[in-house]
């Protein structure tokens, strides 16, 4: 047995057999498709990929990130949790790493390290209100500034105005199917809709009042600077208590609970439209395969679709 310039050592493919592998992976053919068309076991594929993948991660370069953004995602349904860190400048994933508890971010932080990126240098970071994802932020990056997604702030109003029309529902059976016609903007609702919405309001002043609070919410979105905004929604709470609705009221309270990290947004205007765009390509992949059974599989094709890495197999052409 000699090496040989055009293979690896004792892997049996040639460096052109690994390339075109990588070649239809990448056209977003699942590997145990690609196995089929190269005539291999999907496990010996899997090898392959894994070995490109993991030697481009390790390349690649980390050492300029200082703004992290961290989300959650399963590698199947309701099922092993992997935690995604994003440089949200370059809008690629840098890391992921198994679970979604407080031990995620630390070692998200210590890969930063190995990668030549001190914790010092995350300046912000955007996560949603997980209490696990606070702790390790505060405990891992001092330096770092937290700003809440706007997704997971706009779905606990959304989620208040729902509870009202479903306590409102109970006296009123009229309600029962409004669910989305009171959290879209009118701007994505029909002619129909928005009549039956506005008719609802006439007649319900409960459901008017809730409504009215939600609406009057959108407005803390344009403030540009944390003391306006903090000013502003210091106004929204008071109103909300003024309006004795309790699911507002509990809404507002966890709004009160996080406090800096929603008014921050003024001035950093972070949001995890990055992240979301990056668990659509993650979800598609995932839908592909049916599911991923080994989760170093998942992670590396994290890094495959989302990462932006840069390989040195040969390029190949037909």
Request: aromatic share 12%; with cysteine.
């Amino acid at each position: 047995m000699v090496n040989v310039s055009w293979a690896r050592p004792e892997i049996g493919f040639t460096l052109l057999f690994e390339a075109f592998s990588m070649l239809l992976i990448e056209s977003e053919m699942p590997v145990s498709k690609a196995a089929d068309i190269m005539d291999v076991y999907p496990q010996r594929l899997w090898n392959v990929f894994s070995y490109w993948i993991g030697k481009a991660h390790q390349n690649d370069c980390q050492s300029e990130t200082t703004v992290l953004g961290i989300d959650e995602t399963s590698s199947k349904k309701g099922h092993n949790y992997v935690t995604v860190a994003v440089d949200m400048d370059e809008r690629r994933v840098i890391y992921a790493v198994p679970g979604k508890g407080a031990d995620t971010i630390d070692a998200i932080a210590g890969h930063l390290e190995s990668k030549g990126c001190k914790r010092e240098q995350i300046k912000q970071t955007c996560i949603d209100m997980s209490p696990a994802f606070i702790s390790g932020i505060l405990h891992n990056f001092k330096k770092a500034s937290i700003t809440f997604d706007k997704f997971h702030v706009v779905k606990i109003i959304n989620e208040a105005m729902d509870k009202v029309r479903k306590l409102e529902r109970n006296e009123f059976a009229m309600l029962k199917g409004y669910k989305y016609t009171f959290m879209k903007s009118d701007n994505k609702l029909s002619e129909q809709a928005k009549e039956a919405k506005y008719d609802i309001l006439t007649l319900l002043p409960n459901i008017a009042n809730a409504y009215r609070l939600k609406e009057l919410f959108a407005e803390f979105w344009t403030f540009k600077t944390k003391e306006e905004a903090g000013a502003y929604l210091s106004y929204w709470c008071d109103l909300v208590e003024e309006s004795k609705i309790f699911p507002f009221i509990k809404a507002a309270k966890s709004l009160k609970a996080h406090w800096f990290g929603i008014v921050n947004y003024s001035e950093t205007n972070l949001n995890n439209g990055i992240l979301e765009g990056i668990n659509s390509k993650i979800q598609l992949a995932k839908k592909r395969a049916r599911g991923y059974r080994n989760i170093n599989n998942f992670i590396n094709m994290i890094y495959f679709i989302a990462g932006k890495l840069k390989f040195d197999y040969p390029l190949y052409s037909t």
